[in-house]
């Protein structure tokens, strides 16, 4: 199994590289010379579903017509995460820079920062940023503009065609797929939408090469990747580290000493047990055992004093109210799941109504319409699995 | 053009379908069913309810059939182990949402959750009642739809058939997660909403969610009631479908057979809702002509084009969306309401009978019917002039409850006194019905001739299509309506009532180019009524229209001008069209109303 | 007619009459005195020629389109359980006692109304909580009535 030291990383925070030197080099380049690079480099999408960002453009390039959209998808609201509204705080401009970089690839004059309503205070600054950007992008004679876009407060916004959904008035309920946005998005037109962390890696890989980039990490999980670290730690904050390190090398450097579990990738993401940190390696491939999904970075750190049952117990609870609910195994299926777990802690089901939930959890997997509904079993069954006796005592 | 086909395995077989046709359809031609819930012929897809998920080789998910269109290379299986597994837990979860006491559920034995819940055998005991935790309630405000949330499965077909075939969007979908249901504006009561009474959402609720607010039980006190005498009048579109609830295939003809079982459950006079067609078409055409005269004559300021009122639906929706256009309407009742209208004062009198004691029955293919009947205008006999409206779907109940064997018992004629038609009338219950009826009868007055359609049938304003159009030039007009001479007398016809709005958005803004507009709420006129047998789509209503327009073609009388029994109504009664007994009974205004 | 508020005019005219635009007029009419009322509603709809069930429906599917009467300052607490860890609960406990309400209502002055919410994105400065826009972090029992004090003494 391929892992990696867990090495610090200094790249999207970086301040010894201009963004306008960054664009004034890669607007050289050709459209199927970026996109080529972005294949080479292995870039994921680091907003959760990990799709290789340059084939995404490269999709949306191929689309004919003379409308498309380039989103840029900064409603982080995985719990354990808040890496974005540092990236957009503090280096925005490189945030913008690959959005322009997108535009140009693929031929879009808007483009969009779809900002989760909590992050409203960060309106003053991002206007301002965008002012300048709008500057630069006169200079460098490219037709293209962004616009704020504030979120209504739903989770399920960060589903990238519920977020198109809510940007077009309505409710934000994730589409049947396909179309896929690069072919029918925002308003029937080719759209990319991109995490705000994604689109920062795309202008660093054109500052390094795609060579460099896909040097750091592991096979499959090529490059860097911000990790939210928070819960039971000293060290609680934001963290770029390489891709592929193990789970048990960063319990070292961010536990307290007396780390339970964590939490990978949110409530979305899975839980580890102490006994699986070592087989554990954060990268993109598999999911419980040996390696697991990074999703958006967020890393829960939880010592031996939290009740698991608790932890899933607000999980749940935060499932059973962001599901959209038009689809029937997330939304009744996660209102089981809570009810199931009270239920058994109370004593008025069985133990053994944890396997028929675990069942549900499954199905849930299978057949719920979009990611939010499909990873509820992540948590859930990671939980279950390694801390069965807490469910039940 | 050529349209590219898919090759894919399904179940097994390798087959091929043209692009674009979703694993459902692909299925359907193979010959398997797939179960859905959400999934509805009539409308968009929505791909919630996930009962149709199939299993595709190399997909880490299970997609829904309804939703994914078939791809090249393909292996689907339909009825894997893991399929059943996932649509067992899916219904599971809808029935632990589900009030489940079918027993008394009015759609019981003709329910989509009830059959998939038996086919797949369902523990209602595994997943927890989430129902007893919920303050669901339900909503009986409405004089014509009951909505009981305990019942509904969150399809959303009612939203969908709310928002794309009636553009009313009276419900929707508010909240989310696991406060998601479907409501009106603030969940305000059904009563007090833009709902215009179509059904359409009831017709197309696979649960006991939506229900017609029956009346059975009155009917059952009145028709046992001594002192009553009770009188039913049924339109023209329930004969043809009636047969559906009690075993017949679509588009039957069972006229006969419900008149003796209508004889049979008691009522004093059975009589027929095509009489006041008739008489509709009488006022109707006349008031045509008169506002063709006014206007191109008197040079009066009149509304036109003039629109049709039978459509209660219609009626509320042009009142909600359109308040500043009311003037377009026809002033005269529906036939329902003329039916009633006349009974409590003409056939009281002439049987001798005080109208108190009178009871009007009527079985309508309509919810909208029964809040028409509750209108506070509709009262100009004295007294309510329509007591009590039926759907199709309970009259079936009421036979199968007298015990009736439908299918077995004669045929018999309507009573004599308000039970003759004619054709014109019949054809009302289909779209195009009154404009091809009032055409017959109005080309005969202006000119003294037939329409010049062979037999009579006026075919461009036949068939399904959302929004139709015709022309019929004048020539040749008898000397009294010289002023017509040469015009050439431009209608359309639109059912549903999105294509109504595509209609009355040029009406509004002065831009229509017809001088008379036939408006139905319901896709295909009466006979896809709000109270017709459930299921419905495209093809049975295709039947049920066909079915009309047979009986037509059978009846021996097929203008409205001619009928008897009409003729017999203004000599001895009405005196002339728009004459003063007639404007008092028989026309009435509407109301502005809020889009809220 | 109704005289239609200016407020939804305004918004509507700024953004115009598309669908699209209906988040941002929402959150703008909302802003004019925190939350959307059944008149807020209708009469968007019939500005942008919607249906007001289905602007309800939109509404009610975002956390911040209170359709709820609210007081001068909203305040959010954050309820996932990385705050939960470092004590949010006290800190609501705070609240609730020092504005004399619980959670989901407004003190009688109409200052403040006390809500909870998901996960804000403060995770590593725990315990946090947002009053309007404006986000609080590293919450204490006693950090937190400051702030509120302050809050008190501006509105």
Redesign the interface.
Known sequence: MAKRKLKRVDLIFSQDCSCKDILTAALKKSREEIIQELIDSGLKGRGGAGFPTGLKWKMAAAEKGNRKYVICNADEGEPGTFKDREILDRVALKVLGGMALCAYVIDAREGYIYLRYEYRFLIPKLEKMIETFHKWMDEFDLDFRVKLFIGGGAYVCGEETSLIESMEGKRGEPRNKPPYPTNQGYLGKPTVVNNVETLVYTMMIMRIGAEEFKAMGIEGSSGSKLFSVSGDTHKAGIYEIEMGMTLEDFVKEFGDGDTKAVQVGGASGFCVPRKRFKETTIGFQGGLKGFSLPTGGSMMIFNSSRSMYNVLHNYLEFFEEESCGQCTPCRVGCQQLLKGIEAIKRGEKSHRYLNDLMRLSETMKLTAKCGLGQSVANSFASIVENFREEMIY | MTVKMINLTIDGKKIGVPEGTTLLEAAKLEKVKIPTLCYHDDLCIAGNCRVCVVEVEGWRVLPAACATPAMEGMVVYTNSPLVRRARRDILALLVSEHSTQCTTCYRSTNCELQELAAEYNIDNEIYINLIKDKHFTIDRTSWAIEKDETKCIRCQRCVRTCAELQKVNALDVIHKGANMKIATFFDTVMSEVVCTNCGQCINRCPTGALTERRYIDEIWDALGDPEKHVIVQTAPAVRVALGEVLGFEPGVRVTGKMATALKHLGFDSVLDTDFAADLTIMEEGHELLDRLKRKLVDKEDVSLPLMTSCSPGWIKFIEHMYPDHLGHLSTCKSPQQMFGAIAKTYYAERKGLDPKNIVNVSVMPCSAKKYEANRIEMNDSGFQDVDLVCTTRELGHMIRQSGVDFKEIPEAKFDPFMGDSTGAAVIFGATGGVMEAALRTAYEVVTGREVPFDGLNITPVRGMDGIREAKVKLENVLPEWSFLEGVELRVAIAHGLTNATQIMDDVAIGNSPYHFIEIMACPGGCIGGGGQPIPTNAEIRRKRAEAIYTEDEKMVIRKSHQNPEVIQLYKEFLGKPLGEKSHHLLHTKYVRRERV | MRTRQSAVKAAVEKHGK???????I??EVKRSKNYLS?SD??DV??EMN?????V???A??????DLEERGQNIIWIC????C??KGSKDILLALEEALKIKVGETTSDGKFTLLQ??????????PAM?IN???FTDLTTEKVLNIIEEYYQKS
Request: glycine share 6%; charged share 15%; hydrophobic share 35%.
């Open positions: 598309e669908r699209k635009n209906l988040l941002p929402l959150q059944r509603i209708s709809a019939a919607l249906s007001s069930a289905y309800y429906g939109v009610s599917f975002y956390h911040f389109l309820k996932t359980i990385s939960y860890m919410t998901n996960c804000i994105g403060w995770c590593h400065k725990g947002l826009d404006q986000p």
